[in-house]
T-cell receptor, first 113, second 112 residues
Framework: KAGVTQTPRYLIKTRGQQVTLSCSPI?????VSWYQQTPGQGLQFLFE???????NKGNFPGRFSGRQFSNSRSEMNVSTLELGDSALYLC????????????FGQGTRLTVV | DQQVKQNSPSLSVQEGRISILNCDYT??????FLWYKKYPAEGPTFLIS???IKDKNEDGRFTVFLNKSAKHLSLHIVPSQPGDSAVYFC???????????WGAGTKLIIKP
């Protein structure tokens, strides 16, 4: 079956702009989590959605938001981009809960200039 | 405050020998632990997991050990192979919660 698909793979944006990243989970998976990875850091949890509801949110400013659609696809949005937002953004899907085995997409590499 | 710590940023091991990757945690509420492997330009891939009711779980060349009293877990890879060269992350969760807390990762290099 198809894996987790993230689009776009690479993105370059200017400070102050906003960006929307997309994630299509594995068919049948209802939980989608988003993570930010920066050099030397582990994966920092952004938020988790299940059946269109955000169940948990990490310690990120309100500029980071997300949503999940009825088909489980998810988007995350970052407004008023800052240089420090440059990172690899990873999406993971799992059957029901974020703590069970999660399958990751290849990520979206965001560069803010 | 880092709840999950991988204190070794990198580890170099000879091919065929045992690789031992370590992870410490501070939150005694964690009851589920996972190891992921990550190659450059790819997302992490699940390797093996263990719940807090166990102290060992094996899957082929990979074994995870959990020492709850020391709040420590380790991943053993035997024998190590060149394809094992990657960054390894440990992650922990409270099963009633909906997020994984990740360590910073350990880069494993297998030398031929």
């Amino acid at each position: 079956k198809a894996g987790v698909t993230q689009t776009p793979r690479y993105l370059i944006k200017t400070r102050g702009q906003q960006v929307t990243l997309s994630c299509s989970p594995i068919s049948g998976h209802r939980s989608v989590s988003w993570y930010q990875q920066t050099p030397g850091q582990g994966l920092q949890f952004l938020f988790e959605y299940f059946s269109e509801t955000q169940r948990n949110k990490g310690n990120f400013p309100g500029r980071f938001s997300g949503r999940q659609f009825s088909n489980s696809r998810s988007e995350m949005n970052v407004s008023t981009l800052e240089l420090g937002d440059s990172a690899l953004y990873l999406c993971a899907s799992s059957l029901s809960t974020a703590y069970t085995e999660a399958f990751f997409g290849q990520g979206t590499r965001l560069t803010v200039v | 405050d880092q709840q999950v710590k991988q204190n070794s940023p990198s580890l170099s091991v000879q091919e065929g020998r045992i690789s031992i990757l370590n992870c410490d945690y501070t939150n005694s509420m964690f009851d589920y632990f996972l190891w992921y492997k990550k190659y450059p330009a790819e997302g992490p891939t699940f390797l093996i997991s263990i719940s807090s009711i166990k102290d060992k779980n094996e899957d082929g060349r990979f074994t995870v050990f959990l020492n709850k009293s020391a709040k420590h877990l380790s991943l053993h890879i035997v024998p190590s192979q060149p394809g094992d060269s990657a960054v390894y992350f440990c992650a922990a969760s409270v099963m009633s919660n909906y997020q994984l807390i990740w360590g910073a990762g350990t880069k494993l290099i297998i030398k031929p």
